[in-house]
């Protein structure tokens, strides 16, 4: 079981940077996938990027591939997600969320759940 902490959220101009990190407490942190969701004002969560326990294989929605990179510290138990040339649409809630092993696409596929962390890209 691990708990997820995002960190890192604020408030950027478009086309600026910010990187997310995500510190997992518990045991067995290199054995979990790990995911970046997103949920903007008044929508549903929806998916950005992943990455897989063992192999570390990525994957990212299209919106931000390219602009966006996630990569993991298993000694310091942490996921980062590097945002480049952020966008307006980039605005939203950000939540790092756990499951074991495989990366996973949709919400109801991962078990561990951070609180959040806001980000905010103004125009």
């Known amino acids: 079981q691990v708990q997820p902490v995002e960190s890192g959220g604020g408030l950027v101009q478009a086309e600026e940077s910010l990187s997310l990190s995500c510190k997992a407490s518990?045991?067995?942190?290199?054995?979990?996938?790990f995911g970046w969701f997103r949920q903007a004002p008044g929508k549903e969560r929806e998916f950005v990027a992943a990455i897989a326990s063992l192999f570390r294989n990525t994957d990212y929605d299209e919106s931000v591939k390219g602009r966006f990179t996630i990569s993991r510290d298993n000694d310091k138990d942490t996921v980062y997600l590097q945002m480049n040339s952020l966008k307006t649409e980039g605005t939203g809630m950000y939540y790092c969320?756990?499951?074991?092993?495989?990366?996973?696409?949709?919400?109801?596929?991962?078990?561990?759940w951070g609180q959040g962390t806001e980000v905010t890209v103004s125009s």
């Open positions: 969320a756990a499951r074991p092993r495989e990366i996973g696409y949709r919400t109801w596929e991962y078990n561990y």
């Open positions: 518990g045991r067995l942190f290199s054995t979990y996938a």
